[in-house]
T-cell receptor, first 116, second 111 residues
Framework: DTEVTQTPKHLVMGMTNKKSLKCEQHMGHRAMYWYKQKAKKPPELMFVYSYEKLSINESVPSRFSPECPNSSLLNLHLHALQPEDSALYLC???????????????FGPGTRLTVL | QKEVEQNSGPLSVPEGAIASLNCTYSDRGSQSFFWYRQYSGKSPELIMFIYSNGDKEDGRFTAQLNKASQYVSLLIRDSQPSDSATYLCAVNSGGYQKVTFGTGTKLQVIP
């Protein structure tokens, strides 16, 4: 089973709202990722959590705040977003161990975010 | 700047033909290479990964890797209209958990 779930599927929010995106996996993976994808562009890495610790932050603005409550859950807290933040937000997970075989990432279905 | 380059397409092939998708990368230290399929409005779906020079086959899909030429390709045999999607090449870079995606090649299989 290579299932990563994300909620909600769609989210519309105003620039003053606070909302959260949720991601869950039950594959025993120890690394989880947030990506942002704009139309006709490839996914852009935002954050990586490895063994529940933030290991990569790709200089993302502070209005995006990640949280990893446990090894199965990943949240992305949103506050004071701008219309240009509208995008598909993708969560991914991977086994999380380093070896010759690079961690293979499996994506969730994404949350389509619209900021008004 | 570590880059992954793909022809954006669209690549149009008739149903039943072989589709050949290509990708080049700049980081000679890259060790692992992935192909994802992404339907419009959906998330990327892993098709294959490869890390050894040569060919790797899985059903109708064959990935080919040539590290000396910094080139990876995906062949789709007996292409079906349902294969019409954008194919993303991804290469690990800057660590084992960090991958760089190409801009993707849009494939259209014509019935």
């Amino acid at each position: 089973d290579t299932e990563v779930t994300q909620t909600p599927k769609h989210l519309v929010m105003g620039m003053t709202n606070k909302k959260s995106l949720k991601c869950e996996q039950h594959m025993g993976h120890r690394a989880m990722y947030w990506y942002k994808q704009k139309a006709k562009k490839p996914p852009e890495l935002m954050f990586v959590y490895s063994y529940e610790k933030l290991s990569i932050n790709e200089s993302v603005p502070s209005r995006f705040s990640p949280e990893c409550p446990n090894s199965s859950l990943l949240n992305l807290h949103l506050h004071a977003l701008q219309p240009e933040d509208s995008a598909l937000y993708l969560c991914a997970s991977s086994p999380g161990w380093q070896g010759r075989n690079t961690d293979t990432q499996y994506f969730g279905p994404g949350t389509r975010l619209t900021v008004l | 700047q570590k880059e992954v380059e793909q022809n954006s397409g669209p690549l149009s092939v008739p149903e039943g033909a072989i589709a050949s998708l290509n990708c080049t990368y700049s980081d000679r230290g890259s060790q692992s290479f992935f192909w994802y399929r992404q339907y419009s409005g959906k998330s990327p779906e892993l098709i294959m990964f490869i890390y050894s020079n040569g060919d790797k086959e899985d059903g109708r899909f064959t990935a080919q890797l040539n590290k000396a030429s910094q080139y990876v390709s995906l062949l789709i045999r007996d292409s079906q209209p349902s294969d019409s999607a954008t194919y993303l090449c991804a290469v690990n870079s800057g660590g084992y958990q960090k991958v760089t995606f190409g801009t993707g090649t849009k494939l259209q299989v014509i019935p």
